[in-house]
Structures are given as structure tokens and as C-alpha cells.
């Protein structure tokens, strides 16, 4: 579903990413887990077309998707979620999910699908008529991820959706993200929570300094005595 | 025991209320403040230049009263609020008397410091402290201790539980009145009458330019053409927040574009007003793109410095002698024509006063339907959170681009207005200090808000122009101004309320949330 080829991207002289290849099938949760400025939110962003690539290609469904702009690349299904619950802190929820369904003109449809946000998010029911920004860390996530699925995406790039939530929280984060996924969306996941990330992905990916070093099943890669010691704690 | 600040804080709020009238005086508050009256209200207070001494009275009394009024804690029992309210007025008449002690003393001694200060001519010094001589002094001190007192005595039984709850009920009851009033009306009053308000003040403004005079009919078009300008840099700043500093740019597009093709000199062309006025436009248009491509990657401090570049390198690009030939240079370019109409051509001031008020109408039409739009949404939520925006599948380069076009597009056209009306355009009319003003007069108004962008015009050029006579401290007292307000009113003078997005019908909403709760419809994940 989703191929990524030899990726290079620049920061002006800082090479950020060094030939990331990868792939995802529909259907998967892919976690990247790595730790900090190893490239993990660059890749995000090249792939949904907020960042440029130096070299190399991102393709979804068989179609070269870089190089395209961000909003024909939402318009394909593919959804990328922010790393910092970055929602609309003066716009209330209702005003938030609906610029999630900015590429949408059938009112209809928008509501329809609103309604299907707050039966997944009764917490954001609640908090209908608030400004987004009076939301705490966790109803800000769940959001975000709302706002994302307004526009029904076949792939979500989540990053970092755990980002400094309580454990609790997290947790829950993680069951909608599981949950997301059994209703048919294909989800490419980063975390620096990797033992989270791993426990719903199906395969996974170490990013390192703009490379990638393993991957393999999640399952396996649990267990990897490398991916034990850098990133499950020892 | 009484609190042991007390005392302390009482005397500094004395303190700093006095040193504040003081400072007033010494910027011509008192000048302005008279011009003002006996321009309103027809009285005159004025003795030649200076204002009376009925009228410095009259301020006096007012500042003591109200300094005595804001003496005292709210919260505090009757008896330590009457000794806050003695202690800052004794502190305030205090300062006050050793202020008019000197004012004396200079007078006396005939010293002149009107270099230094001119509003403080020795008349006026005179009369602050209210024509009296060494007498006036002790008036003076007497007038702040008792008017002081009686204004904490007034402000004690003002805000008294008892005061309140009458106030309240009084409240309620007029309350009560103006809904059965407005029960009793017809719904289609009820629901219309922001449009008879509107109607009212049409008439007004179509009857107006024709009652008063030339002057006036100047002062309503120089207003005229900036809340034009508010508007256009509202879309940029308010809307899609892009702080733009060069929008006098946009201004000299226009402006020029009207000049060289409908002026005897430098070219000749005479094209007539119309068509020269939509190459502005469309010159300015053309700018913003030029302008905006380059720019689409920064944001807030860095985009202001480039703006404010860009203007400053069209201004300087016009002085120049490099284009002498081509847009006469510093001298600018005279004899301008100015539109026709059906066969009329423009002469008077009221002319332009209808055609301004034409573009504004249009403006505020075209404005509202923007903000109130898709684009408008977009713009908001490109304010709000770029990188989010563009998440959600808004085209940023797009959104921005087109913001920059439209505002230009308003500016080209005042612009070009404002050089047939003045029948002249040179490169001073288009500096720095133009974006500036018309950036400060959202912020003095309120951004995203057409009553603000009105009020705001006329704070800033309606008001100097109005002064003209007192505008030796103009800069100051506006800079002050500006600060007061920052703190009092950081929003403006009347801020728009956001734009309500929520499109979604309520109902539909409702329709749809009791269908999916049926058990009968299969739920399918959108």
C-alpha cells in the first residue's frame, strides 16, 4: 500500500534522513520506533508531503505520491496526525472536526461522519461547544485523531499519539488506535514508547540517524536483545 | 489594627493619579480636551488658544472627583475606604499644589519654557492653577482634598449592598420592559431590525456629505480611504495572519498605475479614470503575487521584516532618479484626473465622499462573504495552526497567496481613489507610516471587525485631522494612547467575535444522532 524507496531529506546541510526504504500493506499497524532526531517525524512529514525529498520516492497504491502537495496527498486518503496535538486551540471541537472534513462539501456527510467521531469519542460529546485549547492533554489527542478521521483516510500516520500523556491515558490512546485499525485503516505508527508501539504493531521498524537499522515483526523484535537494551529499557 | 499597608498603597495611588493629571497637562490634555468640547458641543471654553478658567475648574474638579472615586478598595469596610480616600487625596492635592507652586514661580519670574513644552504657555500656566495667583494654589489643593472625599463618599454609598440590589432590580425592570416591547412587536421587526439600523444609518451617510462642509466631506474621504485599507490588510493580518509591513506598496501601485495613465505628465496616456483604476488593481494583484511567492515560507517576525522591505524598496524605487523619467521621481505627479460619471465629472469634495462610500459598501460586502466562507475557514485555521492546517488537507501556498492578492487588490484600489481625489501621488505618500497606520488602526479597532476597522479609522486619521490646530503633541498623546489601550482594551476598540463555522445544521445533526441511535439502521463506519 505503501512504499518508501531510498528516501533522502535535507535540512539545509543537515541530512536527516540517509536512504530510508520501507514498506507498509494495507491492513498493518508499522510502528518506527526510535529514539530522539532519529528522523522518525521527518519521515512523516516527507511522506505526507509537508517536508520535500532530496532523493528517492514515497509511492501509496502504486501512485509516486512525493513531490505532490500535502493536501492532494489528504485528498488520496492518506491522513498524517501531528506529533503535540496540534488541533485548533480557538476553534471549539465542533469547528475542529469539521476543518477535519475540509475536503468534504456534502454537508450531510460531515455530520453524518461528526456523529461517528462522538460515538467513538463520547469525551469530545461533551466538550462540543469548547475551545479546543481549554481541552486537557488526553480529550486534545483524542481530537486530533478525530479531526484525522473525518475524512474516512485508508492510511493514518500517527506520531507520537502518546506524547506526554499519563499512563492511563496512553493505554487508551493505543486501544482506539487498535481499534481504528480493525475497521479497515491502515496505520504507519511512531513512537519513543516503543514497548507500546510494539505490543499492537504488526511489524516494526528501528529508525537510527536517518537509517534504518532492523525490522521485522513486532513480535520478534520485542525480543531482540539490541531493541531491548536501547529502547524496551533493559 | 489597621492593615499597615494601608497607608502605603493609598499614597502611592495619590501619588501616581497626580503625576498622571500632571503629565496630562503638560502634553496639552487640557487644549485638546477643550478644542474638543467647544467643537461638539458648541461651547465655547477657549480663550484664544487656551482654555478658560471655568473649564480648567471644571477639569480639576472632574480629575479629584475621580481620583477620590478610585481611592478606595471596594472590598474594604466604610471607615478604612474614607481613610484611603483622605490619605490619596491629600497625597494628590499635595503634589498638585507643590506642581502649581512652580507653575507659579515660573510665571512669576516670567520664564518662558514653552521651547520646551508648548502647551505651557504662561497663560495656561496661569490658569491651571485657575488665574488666582498664590491663592489659586491653596483653591486648588482645597478643590482635590473635598472633591476627592466626596467622590469616596459617593463611590462608598455607590457601591453599597444596598445601592446594588436597587440597581439591579432597576436593571430587571427595564429589562422586563424592553421584552414585553419587544414581545409586542411584529417578528418581522424582531427579527429585521438590525437591518432598519442599518437602513438608518445609509440615509444618514447619502445625506451627510451634502450638510456639511468641504472640510468635513476631506476629513470623512481620508477616513473613508483607510477603512477601505483596514479592510484589505484585514484579510492578511486578521484573517490569515500574515503580518504584512509593506502594504503601502499596494497603495503605490495603484496610486501610480491612476497617475501614469491619467495625467498630462509624465506620459500622457489619459486613459480615463475607470480603466487606469482597474490596471491599479490589478498592478497591486500582480504585486502580491510577485511579493508572496517568495515569502509563502516564513511566518510572523521575519514575515513583517520582508513586508516592511518590499514596501521600503517600492518607496525608494519611485524617489529614485533612476525613474525619474518614468514616475516623476521625488516630485511626484500632478494634475491627476479624477473619474466621470454618466457624463459627470468629479469635482467636489462630497463626489468622492459617495464614491468612497460606494467601495466601502462594496468592500464590507465582499469582506463578509469571505470571512464568513470556505476560505474563510481555511484562512482561520491557517492562523491557528499551519502545520495542522495543512494537515487537513488545506492548500497553505494557496490560502496565503490568495490572501495577499485580495488585500492588495483593496489596496490598489484606494490607491488609485485617493490619487485622483488628492489629484497628486508622490513617493511620501506611500511610506512606512502608511502601513503603519493602517495596521494600527485594526489594532486600535479591532481586527476582524468592521465597526472596529470604521472606529479605528477615524481614531487614527478622523480625529488627528479634527485636532489639527493641537497637534503639537499628537505623536505623544498617541503613543499613549496606543499603550492605554493595549492594557484597557487589548482587543481593540469593538474586536469582531470569531466568525461562526459551525455550518452544520443543528438539525440535521439532531436528525442524524436519533437515526444512528435507532437499532433498526445498521451502523456502517463512515
Known amino acids: 500500500m505503501l512504499n518508501v524507496s531510498n528516501l533522502h531529506v535535507h535540512y539545509g546541510a543537515i541530512h536527516a534522513l540517509k536512504g530510508v526504504s520501507f514498506n507498509l500493506e494495507e491492513g498493518e499497524i508499522v510502528a518506527l520506533i526510535g529514539s530522539n532526531g532519529a528522523g522518525k517525524s521527518t519521515l512523516l512529514k516527507t511522506i505526507s508531503g509537508l517536508l520535500e525529498a532530496t532523493e528517492g520516492e514515497v509511492?501509496?497504491?502504486?501512485?509516486?505520491?512525493?513531490?505532490?502537495?500535502?493536501?492532494?496527498?489528504?485528498?488520496?486518503?492518506?491522513?498524517?496526525?501531528?506529533?503535540?496535538?496540534?488541533?485548533?486551540?480557538?476553534?471549539?471541537?465542533?469547528?475542529?472536526?469539521?476543518?477535519?472534513?475540509?475536503?468534504?462539501?456534502?454537508?450531510?456527510l460531515v455530520a453524518e461522519r461528526m456523529e461517528a467521531m462522538f460515538e467513538r469519542f463520547p469525551v469530545l460529546r461533551d466538550r462540543k461547544k469548547q475551545l479546543g485549547g481549554t481541552l486537557s492533554g488526553g480529550e486534545q489527542q483524542m481530537l486530533t485523531m478525530a479531526r484525522g478521521l473525518m475524512t474516512n483516510p485508508k492510511l493514518m500516520l500517527l506520531d507520537e499519539p502518546s506524547m506526554g500523556l499519563a499512563p492511563v491515558l496512553v493505554e487508551k490512546v493505543f486501544d482506539i488506535i487498535e481499534e481504528i485499525n480493525e475497521q479497515g485503516t491502515s496505520i504507519l505508527l511512531v513512537e519513543q514508547n516503543a514497548q507500546m508501539a510494539l505490543s499492537i504493531a504488526d511489524r516494526a521498524y528501528v529508525l537510527e540517524t536517518g537509517r534504518i537499522t532492523l525490522s521485522g515483526d513486532a513480535l520478534d523484535l520485542m525480543e531482540n536483545p539490541l531493541v531491548i537494551e536501547a529502547y524496551l529499557g533493559g | 489594627m489597621k492593615p499597615p499597608n494601608l497607608f502605603r498603597k493609598s499614597a502611592e495611588k495619590g501619588l501616581v493619579y497626580s503625576l498622571v493629571m500632571i503629565f496630562m497637562m503638560m502634553i496639552g490634555f487640557h487644549v485638546v480636551a477643550a478644542n474638543l468640547m467647544s467643537k461638539v458641543f458648541g461651547v465655547t471654553v477657549l480663550r484664544g488658544s487656551i482654555p478658560e478658567v471655568r473649564f480648567m475648574a471644571f477639569v480639576h474638579i472632574l480629575f479629584a472627583f475621580l481620583f477620590g472615586w478610585g481611592a478606595s478598595d471596594r472590598q474594604r469596610d466604610k471607615k478604612s475606604r474614607i481613610r484611603q480616600g483622605l490619605i490619596t487625596s491629600l497625597t494628590a492635592g499635595g503634589i498638585i499644589a507643590l506642581f502649581s507652586v512652580l507653575l507659579n514661580y515660573l510665571v512669576e519670574a516670567q520664564i518662558d519654557i514653552r521651547q520646551y513644552l508648548t502647551a505651557f504657555s504662561a497663560d495656561s500656566m496661569r490658569y491651571f492653577i485657575l488665574n488666582q495667583g498664590q491663592s489659586g494654589i491653596f483653591v486648588l489643593f482645597a478643590i482635590y482634598l473635598f472633591t476627592g472625599l466626596l467622590g469616596t463618599i459617593l463611590a462608598i454609598i455607590f457601591q453599597s449592598e444596598k445601592a446594588?440590589?436597587?440597581?439591579?432590580?432597576?436593571?430587571?425592570?427595564?429589562?422586563?420592559?424592553?421584552?414585553?416591547?419587544?414581545?409586542?412587536?411584529?417578528?418581522?421587526?424582531?427579527k429585521h431590525w438590525k437591518y432598519g439600523i442599518y437602513a438608518i444609518l445609509v440615509v444618514v451617510l447619502l445625506i451627510m456629505p451634502m450638510r456639511w462642509g468641504s472640510y468635513y466631506n476631506f476629513v470623512a474621504s481620508v477616513v473613508g480611504v483607510y477603512v477601505i485599507a483596514g479592510i484589505?490588510?484585514?484579510?492578511?493580518?486578521?484573517?490569515?495572519?500574515?503580518?504584512?509591513?509593506?502594504?503601502?506598496?499596494?497603495?503605490?501601485?495603484?496610486?501610480?498605475?491612476?497617475?501614469?495613465?491619467?495625467?498630462?505628465?509624465p506620459h500622457g496616456i489619459m486613459l480615463g479614470f475607470w480603466p487606469s483604476l482597474l490596471v491599479g488593481v490589478v498592478a497591486a494583484m500582480i504585486g502580491a503575487v510577485l511579493l508572496g511567492l517568495p515569502i509563502m515560507r516564513l511566518r510572523g517576525d521575519y514575515l513583517a521584516i520582508v513586508t516592511l522591505g518590499f514596501g521600503e524598496i517600492i518607496r525608494i524605487l519611485l524617489k529614485s532618479d533612476l525613474l525619474i523619467d518614468f514616475t516623476g521621481g521625488p516630485r511626484g505627479i500632478h494634475a491627476i484626473q479624477g473619474p466621470t460619471l454618466f457624463g459627470r465629472s468629479f469635482t467636489s469634495d462630497s463626489d468622492y465622499v459617495y464614491?468612497?462610500?460606494?467601495?466601502?459598501?462594496?468592500?464590507?460586502?465582499?469582506?463578509?462573504?469571505?470571512?464568513?466562507?470556505?476560505?474563510?475557514?481555511?484562512?482561520?485555521?491557517?492562523?491557528?495552526?499551519?502545520?495542522?492546517?495543512?494537515?487537513?488537507?488545506?492548500?497553505?501556498?494557496?490560502?496565503?497567496?490568495?490572501?495577499?492578492?485580495?488585500?492588495?487588490?483593496?489596496?490598489?484600489?484606494?490607491g488609485g481613489i485617493a490619487a485622483a481625489r488628492n489629484a497628486f501621488t508622490g513617493p511620501n505618500d506611500h511610506s512606512l507610516m502608511v502601513s503603519i497606520n493602517v495596521l494600527s488602526l485594526l489594532i486600535v479597532g479591532g481586527m476582524n471587525s468592521i465597526p472596529g476597522i470604521v472606529l479605528g479609522a477615524f481614531a487614527l486619521r478622523g480625529l488627528p485631522e479634527i485636532l489639527r490646530e493641537v497637534e503639537t503633541y499628537r505623536q505623544l498623546a498617541f503613543g499613549i494612547l496606543?499603550?492605554?489601550?493595549?492594557?484597557?482594551?487589548?482587543?481593540?476598540?469593538?474586536?469582531?467575535?470569531?466568525?461562526?463555522?459551525?455550518?452544520?445544521?443543528?438539525?440535521?445533526?439532531?436528525?442524524?444522532?436519533?437515526?444512528?441511535?435507532?437499532?433498526?439502521?445498521?451502523?456502517?463506519?463512515a
Open chain 1, 59 to 108: 509511492s501509496y497504491q502504486d501512485e509516486i505520491i512525493s513531490g505532490q502537495p500535502a493536501q492532494d496527498i489528504v485528498s488520496k486518503g492518506v491522513i498524517h496526525i501531528p506529533e503535540g496535538r496540534k488541533i485548533f486551540p480557538k476553534m471549539t471541537v465542533v469547528e475542529n472536526l469539521e476543518m477535519g472534513a475540509f475536503l468534504l462539501r456534502d454537508r450531510r
Open chain 2, 164 to 190: 446594588q440590589t436597587s440597581r439591579q432590580s432597576l436593571k430587571a425592570k427595564i429589562g422586563e420592559a424592553a421584552q414585553t416591547f419587544s414581545d409586542k412587536m411584529p417578528t418581522l421587526v424582531k
Open chain 2, 232 to 265: 484589505g490588510l484585514n484579510i492578511m493580518v486578521g484573517l490569515s495572519g500574515q503580518l504584512m509591513l509593506g502594504y503601502a506598496a499596494f497603495f503605490a501601485m495603484g496610486a501610480y498605475s491612476v497617475a501614469l495613465l491619467n495625467a498630462p505628465t
Open chain 2, 355 to 414: 464614491l468612497i462610500l460606494v467601495f466601502i459598501a462594496i468592500s464590507i460586502f465582499i469582506y463578509q462573504r469571505l470571512a464568513n466562507s470556505r476560505t474563510g475557514r481555511a484562512w482561520l485555521a491557517i492562523k491557528e495552526d499551519p502545520i495542522a492546517a495543512q494537515a487537513t488537507g488545506i492548500n497553505l501556498r494557496g490560502y496565503k497567496l490568495l490572501a495577499l492578492i485580495i488585500g492588495a487588490a483593496f489596496a490598489g484600489l484606494v
Open chain 2, 482 to 525: 496606543l499603550i492605554v489601550m493595549m492594557l484597557v482594551r487589548p482587543k481593540g476598540l469593538w474586536p469582531g467575535s470569531r466568525p461562526v463555522l459551525e455550518k452544520v445544521d443543528e438539525e440535521v445533526v439532531e436528525e442524524i444522532s436519533t437515526e444512528i441511535k435507532k437499532p433498526k439502521r445498521k451502523r456502517t463506519h
